[in-house]
């Protein structure tokens, strides 16, 4: 679960982290208010969507010679025609895709005298099972491109959980940002309170860029991204409330609605499956035969009539599917309890695209006997190989006709 930089600033803040101050506002008005509790000269304006690149991004309703979703004011009427010019509108930048994001939140945040622009990040490193802190004196631009370009710019340390964060790393990270004397100093007692902020939120990742040296030597932090780690979010019912659905895909909603778990994907061909390892076969599989799958979908192990029912119309109310994969295996639930829900729920969305289901495990005989006395059209495949052919040639006879 992402949330906003605001709410991310905020966030880190109360665990002592220094941030500009800053106000965010839902509309013009909020935002022209803000200028008079913030201490200027100097006001930035920025669209708060959950995607970075906003500073070169570019509005599609504007032009390509516009500004993007950061802009610098120095007055009420600066900030107002910045506000006017983002909020409703859709920004794309590198990480929303071309579709882009519309803007519906703001933060109008005091504006930095900045020195030097660095990265600092901390993140959960899946290869060495420990937090990671990444840091590069390269802040500010793309850090992807520094990576690519530069990789002895970016310098990794692991924390092991057994002693936790100790002197030795915050000095490592103030060497690999080159800091000496009291900025040193300021960028291992700030690495101490994200770390703080990092385990008190079980986040997945914090992500700065850029952290600032302020032109008065002041280490602030002035971009964050901040996500949680989703499994966890019961144990903070406070954090889980910043949640923003508007940020979220629809469908990806109403998956989690019915405890479903649905990721969209680019490609033509619907998969329902159950057990998220069979899910990832099944996409490979498909990719295998030549097309690539529209979702991943796990039913999970008791998938129930309603369920199976609620995969159905989530796949189906994604245009781009044009063939569904049912690969179910029955080992909780039976198979022919799935074929009833199968051929209910084929009947109660109209399913207007071919399916192939490959059913497996207790009761598999009863349950292709449902499937092929339904009268629907429903191919039935014999294993999870003969199933991805059938739904691959389907789909392209059709593309063909
Ligand atoms: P994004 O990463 O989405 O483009 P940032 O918050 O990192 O958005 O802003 C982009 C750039 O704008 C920063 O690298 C920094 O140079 C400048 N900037 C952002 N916030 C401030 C601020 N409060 N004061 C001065 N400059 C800022
Ligand atoms: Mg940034």
């Known amino acids: 679960m992402n949330i906003h930089e605001y709410q991310a600033k905020e966030l880190l803040s109360k665990f002592g982290v220094a941030v500009p101050a800053g106000i965010p506002a839902m509309s013009v008005e909020e935002a022209v208010a803000a200028v008079g509790k913030l201490p200027g000269p100097l006001y930035v304006v920025k669209a708060q969507i959950h ?125 690999a940002l080159e800091l000496t004397g009291d900025l040193a100093k300021q960028a291992q007692r700030m690495l101490g309170k994200l770390y703080d902020a990092f385990l008190g939120t079980d986040a997945s990742q914090i992500e700065i860029n850029p952290l600032a040296v302020t032109k008065d030597d002041k280490l602030l932090v002035l971009d964050a991204k901040v996500g949680f780690d989703s499994n966890a979010m019961f144990r903070h019912p406070d954090l889980a409330e910043l949640r923003d659905l508007s940020e979220e895909d629809p469908m990806e909603i109403e998956a989690s609605k019915h405890d479903l778990a649905y990721i969209k994907l680019d490609g033509n061909i619907g998969c329902m499956v159950n057990g998220a390892g069979l899910a990832m076969a099944t996409m490979d599989i498909i990719k295998l035969n030549g097309a690539f799958p529209a979702n991943f979908l796990d039913v999970g192990g008791g998938a129930s009539k309603e369920k199976v029912t609620a995969a159905f119309k989530i796949i189906l109310s994604d245009p781009a599917v044009q063939g569904i994969l049912v690969n179910i295996f029955g080992g909780i639930m039976r198979c022919d309890i799935i074929a009833e829900g199968i051929v209910e729920a084929a009947r109660e969305v109209h399913l207007a695209v071919p399916l192939v289901v490959r059913l497996e495990g207790t009761n598999v005989e009863q349950g292709k006997a449902i499937l092929a006395e339904s009268g629907l059209p429903i191919v039935p495949a014999n294993d999870l190989g003969d199933a991805a052919k059938k739904i691959v040639e389907q789909v392209k006879e059709l593309e063909a006709a």
């Open 51 to 175: 995607a970075g690149g906003r500073g070169k991004g570019k509005f599609k309703e504007l032009g390509p010679d516009a500004k993007g979703g950061v802009r610098l004011a120095r007055s009420e009427e600066e900030v107002r025609a910045a506000a006017q010019d983002m909020l409703g509108n859709t920004l794309v930048t590198i990480q929303t895709g071309p579709e882009g994001k519309e803007v519906n939140r703001l933060y109008v945040t005091d504006g930095v005298d900045i020195a030097r622009e660095f990265y600092l990040a901390l993140l959960v490193d899946r290869s060495t099972g420990r937090i990671a802190v990444v840091a590069s004196t390269e802040g500010g631009m793309d850090i992807e491109e520094v990576a690519h370009s530069t990789p002895e710019k970016i310098h990794t340390i692991t924390i092991d959980p057994a002693t936790g964060l100790m002197p030795h790393h915050g000095r490592s990270v103030a060497a």
